[in-house]
């Protein structure tokens, strides 16, 4: 964990003794981290027309801001507070989204101030993003070792986002449509949306045309997610960076797609299989199965328009599991899937432990050749604090992708880079679980990393473990 999170983390300890889970303290403190930041910004949020105080007493038109939340103590630091939820969680648009069925759950005065206090340490928005992301990790890796839901559902590593931004190339601008939309189907706290748009700032150098930038801040990201948390975590970031994406709250796969269609789609559809029960009934899916993720790979060919591009992290069992075939197979005579990158070892450790890939693919056309980089074999496990994934994994495969979004590039066979013409998916039945570089170090054949490297890397990660813990310790003496 860094500073920032051991600080939170620390607080949330003593937030235990009021009956606050890790799950209930991580929502408060988004709540509170968006009034700071929005002061930071100068966003000005709506004003309580009308309320009574806890003394009973009539207040009109109150300010809703952080400065006003530190005037505040006692009894009406959190009844200004139960307020505030209250009353934006009733606003029209991205306001009332972002505060949907927010309640107060820090209900003693003393804490909520110094929490409020903590907070106010900090200067947020000058933070660098992955700090604060690699904050939220923490905590989130935390409330799942106490029973919640993990944090391996809602975040994707960075640099892997990163890297498939870069490849796809998420630009409204280089279009002759007067609309392009970007999306992500399960989009967590919005890590690909956040990612593309830093993209695109970055490339333009913050420099929009006025009659382009309402298009840019309403009417290009979209995503769906499941879960209310998370939603509520991409929404705020997102509008924080001045965007104001669409996020729909619902399932997915389970539910009838919406009538938008996308130019680019960025996903990485959760891993496992909890409540897939039971094969959707939707009429575009032609395939019918209970995998997830390729009932996700068949929602992303239903919304995606003619001429789109995608990038879809899918786990190696969907490359060859029983219906995976019959799904490429449709996928291959409808789009172009001209690339996929097999991700390395522990990609997403400590999350999942789940071998996953990136596939690359054009709608409109049909796949004459797979090529396939191979960023697995003989490439040492990673782990979370030895050997992180970084941006250095993928430089050779950016290189040997391309500079072309649809893989349209003269592309030349290495050690790790391989073309396979469709015949020879055919022949296979449409499974591409294709290896052919052979493991010589660190892992079995079997794939399986070796038993001596898998205890070395459990005594440094305890090592670490109690390095935090007595941090923690240490914060809750001084306190």
């Known amino acids: 964990m860094n500073n920032l999170a051991n600080k939170l983390w620390g607080f949330c300890n003593t937030l235990r003794h009021d009956g606050v889970d890790y799950g209930d303290y ?24 009308s309320y009574k105080d806890a003394d009973d007493n009539e207040i009109e038109n109150k300010e809703v801001s952080w400065v006003e939340l530190k005037k505040q103590s006692g009894v009406e630091l959190t009844h200004l507070y139960g307020e505030v939820l209250r009353h934006l969680r009733k606003q029209e648009g991205i306001i009332g989204d972002m505060y949907f069925q927010a309640m107060p759950r820090l209900n003693n005065p003393t804490n909520l101030k110094k929490l409020i206090a903590l907070i106010d340490e900090e200067d947020w928005t000058s933070i660098d993003v992955d700090v604060k992301g ?19 559902q809602y975040f994707t590593p960075r640099p892997l986002i990163k890297s498939m931004v870069r490849l796809t190339q998420p630009d409204p601008f280089n279009t002759t449509e007067k609309e392009f939309k970007v999306y992500d189907p ?15 700032f970055e490339q333009k150098k913050g420099a929009f045309k006025r009659e382009e930038i309402p298009r840019i801040k309403k009417e290009t990201y ?15 970031n997102m509008y924080l960076h001045n965007i104001e994406p669409i996020i729909y709250l619902g399932d997915t796969i389970y539910e009838e797609p919406k009538s938008e269609r996308f130019d680019v789609v960025l996903a990485n559809p959760p891993f496992g299989t909890k409540g897939a029960n039971n094969a959707p009934a939707r009429q575009d899916f032609t395939i019918e199965t209970t995998n997830k993720q390729l009932n996700f790979l068949q929602h992303i060919l239903t919304v995606l328009k003619p001429g789109g591009r995608a990038a879809v992290v899918l786990p190696d069992n969907c490359l060859f599991e029983d219906k995976a075939g019959d799904v490429f197979k449709i996928l291959m005579q409808d789009c172009n899937l001209h690339t996929i990158l097999r991700l390395p070892n522990g990609t997403f450790v400590p999350y999942a432990n789940a071998k996953a890939n990136v596939i690359f693919f054009q709608k409109g056309m049909p796949t004459e050749n797979v090529w396939i980089y191979d960023n697995r ?65 660190g892992e079995s054949e079997n794939g399986f990393t070796e038993p001596s490297e898998i205890i070395s890397q459990a005594t440094t990660e305890l090592k670490d473990v109690i390095k935090d813990l007595n941090k923690i310790l240490k914060l809750i003496g001084d306190e």
């Not at 690699?134 to 391996?152: I, M, P």
């Not at 995503?223 to 705020?236: D, K, S």
């Open 26 to 49: 991580i929502e408060q403190l988004t709540y509170l981290l968006f009034f700071k930041m929005a002061e930071e910004k100068d966003i000005d949020l709506p004003s309580i027309e």
């Open 134 to 152: 690699e904050a939220f990790e923490a905590l989130l890796e935390k409330s799942a070792s106490e029973g919640k839901k993990g944090a391996g």
């Open 186 to 200: 399960s989009c967590g706290t919005g890590g690909f949306l956040v990612s593309a748009y830093e993209w695109l």
């Open 222 to 236: 979209y995503g769906q997610e499941l879960v209310p948390r998370p939603r509520r975590l991409a929404l705020m």
């Open 377 to 441: 074999t003989n490439i040492p496990s990673l782990t979370k604090k030895d050997r992180p994934l970084s941006e250095e994994h993928f430089v050779d495969f950016e290189k040997s992708f391309g500079k072309d979004v649809f893989g349209n590039n003269k592309r030349k066979e290495s050690s790790r880079f391989k073309s396979f013409n469709i015949s020879e998916i055919k022949e296979r039945n449409y499974k591409l679980d294709i290896t052919w570089l052979k493991e010589e170090n």
